[in-house]
């Protein structure tokens, strides 16, 4: 059974930096690309970043490029993401999920969602 669990999110001022954790099981971690979503109230989740399975190669929307940074660690099965420079329009549910193959341009997985993890940003 995939679980997927994320951490590390909370309440910071803009400018202010957090990092995310997300626990894998249940799946061939290193098989597969993975990705950061984030999700605000009254809109679409969106993907914010993605990493394939080997980690070297990244792509980040274009609104986060440049302040977040995305990392795994195949060892701990688990994928991470530096967020620095944080913005109000920042504040968001974050999750993760596994991509459908090892590169950054394999098809999304829409399903199997964990429980997310809230940023907060605000002065």
């Known amino acids: 059974q995939v679980q997927l669990v994320e951490s590390g999110g909370g309440f910071v001022q803009p400018g202010g930096s957090l990092r995310l954790s997300c626990a894998v099981s249940g799946f061939p971690f290193g098989a597969n690309a993975m990705s950061w979503y984030r999700q605000s109230p009254g809109k679409e989740r969106e993907l914010v970043a993605t990493?394939?399975?080997?980690?070297?190669?990244?792509t980040y929307d274009r609104s986060v490029k440049g302040r977040f940074t995305i990392s795994r660690d195949n060892a701990q099965r688990t994928v991470y993401l530096q967020m620095n420079h944080l913005q109000p329009d920042d504040t968001a549910r974050y999750y993760c999920n596994q991509m459908n193959g090892p590169d950054i341009w394999s098809d999304r997985i829409l399903y199997n969602w964990g429980q997310g993890t809230q940023v907060t940003v605000s002065s």
């Open positions: 990493i394939s399975n080997t980690g070297d190669t990244v």
